[in-house]
């Protein structure tokens, strides 16, 4: 990417911040109940000691001064306290992701290994058997409702067949020292194999479900390429070289089949996101998809707030790599 | 004497919804070590597709159903793939229309060069360096052979950092590091500025000398074929309509469509002359069997020639597929 | 290879393009079938009261998680079964139908109005009407789908008309990007610059030059939008945040039978199906009709 096109790019993507920040701002803005009665609950708090609180929230000045107070406080990583727990929407967050973060990207790791894969061998084996199977499959995939698809495994593995867990990140039994907070990746460094094991069949079921829409749409995207990239004339020249076909579909084929694959995964990442909140729930998945949800029935809205903006920022974040991704991998682009 | 490259009643034929398509229809042809055989014919007329299928490159639904071919006198249709595939870019190897779209745009043109080389070479040292080293040195050299100034220093480029004929040239290199004993270049010039469509021409033809390969050169250009060649092939809907030296058929044309040919090509000798287009436009309808495949255009059909035609041999090599004309 | 086609393309020429339509999509066995499959689901919403085979609403705890007829201790007037509060579980689904069916009509076409306008404007106007909306648009692309009416619902309360609300506020944005782009494209070409030329007001090029030739994607887009309108409806009525009870909704059914999955399986599976059955079926009659309408994306 040029200088300037990425200098575009990036004033673009802080418009974009900046405007989700309003939205979110006002969305919360729109909700009904006076926040302090919410907070205060059915304590018996005088009316001046709510009058207090409210001028302590900053609830008492204008519209634009909270939204700049907002965005200063939110760009400091500070949103304010949780109505309920007493602690800072922040550290909530923080705790709460780790969780989130490992799941998503045992889901990507899942959907990509079976879709990239398969979308190519359909194909090279177009009108297949193979191809016509993977094409139902990704159809019924894109249908599928995840919340149901997610019911449907616990019914048959865990309920069943009792294989695998039906919820939470791992069982009580087991005591795995914090480094990174991915459960993975601690309970190897801790060289717990037993733990790590317990981790890992508690993320089979949620991150297939999760991996499910994404492995079908991305193994769609990878079809798509890499027939476009079989009709190319340099495929055709590079068989005239005499090259292996497994070397010409290898180095000639994939590399330039990835180029929108890779895109697509990373954009269809950030959508992981949106389907977490589903899928920890289901799962018991102690995430920040729970988190927001649970928050939403508690009316805790300073938790909803931070939590809508932080997936909304990682997302347009995701779609910005996605985009830098493309030009890198693309040299014709790449200038 | 034995061809170092003969073609047999080689047929290609396509399977569509639409029916079956004669794309290569019964060509016989023979090309002998160190010469340059000129193809010519329009469009659609299968010579790309014959010698397609020569390196073994026909795309379903595509396929050759009958015929022999016949490399340094070993038929190479039977075959195994993987022997096939030794043969390709080592003995025979073939350039494409548009190095543009010939060549990979997301690999450096130097791995590109050197992959024919690895993909064959059973003479490169065993050691992974001196093997990487032997490899640079080939592909530099042929590099600078086919005049990419600065060789040594533009490896790791990309194909849309060099200019039309320079990707040109890369394309040959590709094709030629291995040492072919042929090279089909197909429809060379056609992609690039007229500035240029020469120096590559010349290319082709001192590489033919320097390598002492054969060269196909095919080319919907007769002009450019007469120039550069001492044989030629007039292809017409699948089949080899005329073929001789160059000579024979540019002095005693014996083909309606090699005269048609003839009289549409501009002469810088005889600027007066009128330039006649051949009326109508060649369609799959034509490469049915069981008559002439010029009849729809022909101004001298008649009745006889509502038949499969033979070759008739008129001597020194000059055979011709018309019953018409004798000249 | 056009030349070989000459006498099939002689044969169709003569009739009507729809016409033409209609017969490519009617040779596709699986296009038909699902067409036929959404037919079914909308007569089912709208004759749900009178072909539901007992009262949706009816609360009965002696027939409280009543298996499927087939099993054990069910019985053919519940066929599918009963809920935790003893209510026939096909009556549910069949009135479960015209939530998920109003919902994914409902929001696609008012977003696609909105989104139509918008572009067009856009497209053609260009200037700061364009920045302005192209902007919006950015922004809105910048929440991912759920999210956004996770955030809005929350903001707005549950409910059918909240949710209706929440969704058409993101998905108009879809189609006013495919209008736009199309819009951008057709107003340089010549049957516009005739109209132009002639003294046609903006309004007229818009709407009766451009709109008519750009409808195809338009259609195509928002076919496929009714699919992923009603999963998102289900997914937010799964959480508690969309139709609230005691409407029978599918997603929300699901989310009765979760409680229940060891031993009353079909009070989560059934709904589930139904969702799958009818977004299945207009994926796969939109691929149908994208094929034919649009033929830059088939295969």
């Known amino acids: ?45 005088s009316a001046e000691q709510k009058e207090l609180l409210r001028r302590d929230m900053g609830l008492d000045r204008p519209l634009v001064a909270r939204y700049l107070h907002f965005v200063g406080n939110a760009l400091g990583g500070e949103f304010g306290q949780s109505f309920f727990h007493r602690r800072p929407v922040a550290d909530l967050i923080l705790e709460r992701l780790p969780a989130t973060i490992e ?73 795995v020292p914090a480094v990174t907070g991915l459960l993975l990746v601690d309970s190897l460094i801790a060289l717990q194999p037993a733990s790590f094991l317990a981790a890992l069949g508690h993320l089979v079921l949620p991150a297939v479900t999760l991996g499910l829409a994404m492995a079908a749409i991305l193994m769609r995207v990878t079809r798509t390429a890499m027939l476009e990239v079989l009709s190319q004339d340099y495929m055709t020249f590079a068989e005239a070289k005499g090259l292996s076909r497994r070397r010409i579909l290898v180095r000639h084929g994939l590399k330039n089949a990835l180029i929108p694959t890779v895109t697509v995964a990373a954009i269809e990442t950030g959508s992981l996101l949106g389907g ?42 995701l779609n910005f790599v996605a985009d830098v991704l493309y030009t890198v991998l693309n040299p014709k682009v790449r200038l | 004497m034995t061809a170092l490259l003969a073609i047999e009643g080689l047929q290609t034929f396509f399977a569509t919804p639409a029916g079956e398509i004669r794309a290569v229809d019964g060509i016989d042809l023979e090309v002998a070590a160190g010469e340059c055989l000129g193809v010519v014919g329009e469009s659609g007329s299968g010579k790309s597709m014959a010698f397609l299928s020569v390196m073994g490159l026909v795309r379903r639904p595509g396929r050759v159903v009958a015929g022999r071919i016949l490399l340094q006198g070993e038929d190479i249709l039977g075959l195994a793939p993987a022997a096939r595939r030794g043969l390709r870019g080592r003995v025979i190897a073939m350039t494409m ?74 394309m040959i290199a590709c094709a030629l590091v291995c040492r072919p004993r042929i090279l089909v270049a197909d429809e060379p010039t056609t992609a690039l500025d007229v500035t240029v469509q020469a120096q590559i021409l010349d290319l082709i033809g001192d590489m033919r000398r320097e390598l002492g ?108 597929r018309c019953v018409r004309l004798r000249p | 290879m056009s030349e070989s086609a000459g006498p099939l393309a002689a044969a169709t020429a003569a009739t009507t393009p729809a016409r033409r339509h209609l017969r490519e999509l009617g040779r596709d066995g699986a296009t038909m079938a699902a ?181 195809s994607p338009v259609i195509v887009v928002a076919t496929f939008r009714v ?28 989310a ?6 060891l031993n009353a399986w079909w009070v989560s599976t059934f709904p589930g199906l139904a969702i799958l059955a009818l977004v299945l079926a207009i994926n796969v009659a939109s691929q149908g009709l994208r094929d034919v309408l649009d033929p830059r994306f088939a295969r």
Request: glycine share 10%; with cysteine.
């Open chain 1, 1 to 45: 990417m040029s200088p300037i096109k990425l200098l575009e790019r990036l004033i673009q993507l802080g418009f974009v911040l900046f405007g989700i920040s309003l939205i979110v701002f006002l969305m919360m803005e729109a909700t009904p109940g006076d926040p302090v009665e919410i907070m205060l609950g059915d304590s018996l708090a």
């Open chain 1, 103 to 175: 799941l998503t990207l045992v889901a990507m790791v899942v959907a990509v290994a079976v879709a990239i894969p398969l979308g190519i061998i359909a194909a090279v084996h177009r009108g297949g058997l193979l191809d016509r199977l993977a094409s139902v499959g990704a159809m019924l995939g894109v249908s599928m409702p995840g919340f149901w698809f997610g019911i449907l495994l616990i019914m048959l593995f865990a309920v069943r067949l009792h294989l695998l867990p039906v919820a939470g990140r791992i069982g009580y039994s087991h005591e």
């Open chain 1, 276 to 317: 977490n909140m589903i899928v920890e729930t289901i799962f018991a998945w102690p995430g920040l998809g729970r988190l927001v949800v649970e928050a939403i029935f508690a009316r805790n809205y300073p938790v909803v707030q931070a939590c809508v903006l932080f997936y909304a920022v990682t997302y347009v974040l």
């Open chain 2, 97 to 170: 229309q548009d190095a543009l779209t010939a060549l990979n745009p997301a690999l450096t043109v130097g791995e590109q060069v050197a992959e024919t080389l690895e993909a064959h070479a059973a003479d490169l040292p065993t050691g992974r360096a001196a093997r990487r080293r032997a490899v640079r040195a080939r592909v530099v050299e042929i590099l600078g052979l086919v005049g990419l100034p600065d060789a040594g220093r533009r490896l790791g480029d990309y194909p849309h950092q060099f200019s039309g004929g320079m990707r040109q040239r890369i």
């Open chain 2, 213 to 320: 390969m054969a060269v196909v050169l095919i080319s919907h250009d007769l002009g450019v074929v007469a120039e550069r060649c001492e044989r030629v092939a007039v292809f017409y809907a699948g089949q080899v309509v005329e073929t001789g030296a160059v000579r024979d058929i540019l002095d005693r044309p014996a083909h309606p469509y090699t005269r048609g040919l003839l009289r549409s090509i501009p002469r810088l000798d005889d600027p007066g002359r009128r330039i006649e287009p051949i009326p109508g436009q060649l369609t799959p309808a034509d490469a049915r069997p069981g008559r002439c495949r010029f009849l729809s255009r022909c101004a001298l059909a008649a009745p006889p020639c509502r038949a499969d035609i033979a070759l008739a041999d008129l001597g020194r090599g000059h055979r011709v």
């Open chain 3, 35 to 215: 067409v036929a499959v959404v037919l079914l689901f909308a007569l089912m919403a709208l004759l749900a009261p009178w072909i539901a085979p007992q009262d949706p609403y009816r609360a009965d705890f002696l027939r409280r998680l009543q298996p499927p007829a087939w099993i054990e201790g069910g019985s053919w007037a519940f066929p599918l079964g009963c809920d935790a509060l003893g209510r026939d579980l096909l009556s549910r689904i069949v009135h479960g139908a015209r939530v998920s069916m109003l919902i994914g009509l409902l929001v696609v076409v008012v977003a696609t109005s909105v989104g139509v306008l918008a572009g067009l404007l856009a497209g053609y106007l260009r200037g700061w009407v364009d920045v302005v909306i192209s902007r919006l648009v950015d922004i809105l692309l910048g929440f991912p789908y759920l999210i956004f009416a996770i955030g809005l619902m929350a903001a707005l309360g549950p409910g059918f008309l909240n949710m209706l609300v929440a969704l058409v506020y993101k998905e108009w944005v879809l189609p006013c990007r495919v209008v736009r782009a199309e819009t951008l494209a057709a107003r340089e070409q010549d049957f516009v610059e005739a109209a132009r030329a002639l003294g046609a007001s903006r309004r007229h090029i818009m709407l009766r030059e451009i709109l008519p030739n750009i409808l």
């Open chain 3, 227 to 254: 699919a992923y309108v009603i999963i998102i409806e289900a997914s937010l009525s799964f959480l508690g945040l969309g139709v609230q009870p005691p409407t029978a909704s599918w997603g929300s059914m699901i």
């Open chain 3, 256 to 261: 009765d039978g979760r409680q229940f999955l």
